[in-house]
């Protein structure tokens, strides 16, 4: 008899701690929500959270404030939000580099699979070999060419030591045995301006953040990362037309501190689906090469580890580290 009533009894708390956190997420948000990008404005990533962070406002009528945290490929912005309080007021939106950076780093100062959970991607990310109008190649062949004839000669940009546009280009240089030397910058931002003005020689962009020096013939555009030409860009070959084999593409999503509530996170899950469903976000971010991408927080839960153990492996095999 005493234990039914001991189980009845812990039922009965267990129903009554749910059903605040019910509410809560139902008036949820109360206030304007924190939405960190770690990384500088221009890139993909910034890209990519303004829409959708735009739309939200708009759809909830609170605030998601975009604020830049660029360092160390994300980890700065990515600390700050590990060690913020875990009430849904404090979110991220990173790229697949956030699971490549354990991997890179010796030490970072939290734990990517225990202190943050997955909220949604946001959109699928495909990189485009880019290099500047000096160099003399007008496809992967004659890039690779030149880069095994001049071992070390050719420069390439980045987003960031680990970010998907280094890892990008350094399994291109495993699988096709060339050398060329990585510049890393502060972002995607910052790493288009390089190669646009000459800095450096060429970059496995994300798309997004090259085309208006696409459109302004200050790069040339090569290849592709995904296994198809993209719609935006049809006369651009895949990498693989080339490098046999070769695929690379990564997502940008939302991400908040562990712990945060589950019916807020689903509440977050669902108004972003709401976002992504929009016309004008859809249409913007596919103009940028941004295909929109949506999973649930579970499904989101089950691609970061399987990212997280892929990077790992392309590390690995392409020995890149942090230089």
Not at 43 to 67: A, C, H, P, W, Y
Not at 102 to 122: C, E, N, Q, R, W
Not at 128 to 145: A, N, T
């Amino acid at each position: 008899m005493s234990r039914n009533i001991s189980s009845l009894t812990a039922a009965l708390v267990g129903a009554l701690l749910f059903v605040p956190a019910i509410s809560i997420a139902q008036n949820y948000p109360v206030k304007p929500v924190r939405v960190i990008i770690p990384w500088p404005p221009g890139g993909s990533n910034d890209i990519t959270g303004r829409l959708v962070m735009q739309k939200m406002t708009e759809n909830t009528g609170q605030q998601f404030v975009i604020d830049n945290r660029g360092g160390a490929s994300g980890i700065v912005g990515s600390d700050v939000v590990a060690k913020s309080p875990a009430d849904g007021y404090v979110i991220m939106v990173h790229s697949t580099t956030h699971v490549s950076n354990p991997h890179l780093y010796s030490k970072v100062p939290y734990d990517t699979m225990k202190d943050f959970v997955g909220i949604a991607p946001l959109a699928r990310q495909v990189g485009m070999l880019v290099v500047h109008p000096s160099l003399p190649v007008k496809s992967v062949r004659e890039f690779i060419d030149l880069g095994r004839k001049q071992p070390n000669a050719i420069t390439y940009s980045s987003s960031g030591n680990g970010s998907f546009v280094h890892l990008g280009m350094a399994l291109l240089n495993s699988m096709s045995n060339t050398k060329m030397v990585h510049v890393p910058y502060k972002g995607g931002g910052p790493a288009a301006v390089a190669i646009a003005s000459g800095e450096v020689q060429a970059m496995m962009a994300t798309v997004g953040s090259v085309i208006p020096h696409i459109n302004s013939k200050r790069l040339r555009p090569i290849a592709v990362t995904s296994e198809e030409p993209v719609s935006q860009f049809p006369q651009v070959p895949p990498v693989a037309s080339a490098v046999k084999g070769y695929e690379f593409t990564a997502w940008i999503g939302a991400l908040a501190p562990a712990g945060v509530p589950k019916p807020i996170i689903d509440r977050l899950n669902a108004e972003i689906h709401k976002a992504l469903k929009d016309k004008g976000v859809a249409e913007k971010l596919s103009a940028q090469t941004l295909d929109p991408m949506f999973m649930s927080p579970e499904q989101f839960a089950v691609r970061l580890k399987s990212d997280y153990d892929k990077y790992a492996k392309v590390i690995k095999e392409t020995g890149a580290r942090v230089d």
